[in-house]
């Protein structure tokens, strides 16, 4: 593995791992837009299949961001979901992003900065 204590990681892995944190968040609100009436109709829609796509880079991206991190300091990013699925979800869906919400997001936040300095 290339990770070595105390060694660097290089900006392509960060933008890997941001790419698959982008994705990952941007197909679970097109997941959430192509729920129909029914499971079938759900399967069908296009932003279904577009979720599904975006889904996958991101499990390519991240499995390049797993080949260089350690799992116990790559997996924190991924908490970086909660922030952009929050204000994703504000923005196209239009769901109210409360104060108690906002402050549980900044403590996600708080949490990864903590354990990258770890």
């Known amino acids: 593995m290339p990770w070595k204590e105390g060694g660097s990681i290089s900006l392509q892995t960060w933008l890997y791992a941001a790419a698959a944190a982008l994705f990952g968040s941007a197909g679970q609100v097109l997941l959430k837009l192509g729920c129909g009436e029914s499971l079938m109709n759900s399967l069908l829609d296009w932003r279904t299949g577009t979720g599904v796509l975006l889904y996958g880079a991101s499990f390519v991206l991240w499995l390049r961001v797993l080949a260089s991190w350690p799992l116990s300091r790559a997996y924190p990013v991924l908490?970086?979901?909660?922030?952009?699925?929050?204000?994703?979800?504000?923005?196209?869906?239009?769901?109210?992003?409360?104060?108690?919400?906002?402050?549980?997001?900044?403590l996600c936040v708080l949490g990864v900065a903590v354990l990258g300095k770890s």
């Open 79 to 106: 908490s970086l979901n909660f922030v952009l699925v929050a204000v994703l979800s504000a923005v196209v869906l239009k769901e109210p992003l409360s104060v108690r919400s906002m402050a549980g997001t900044a």
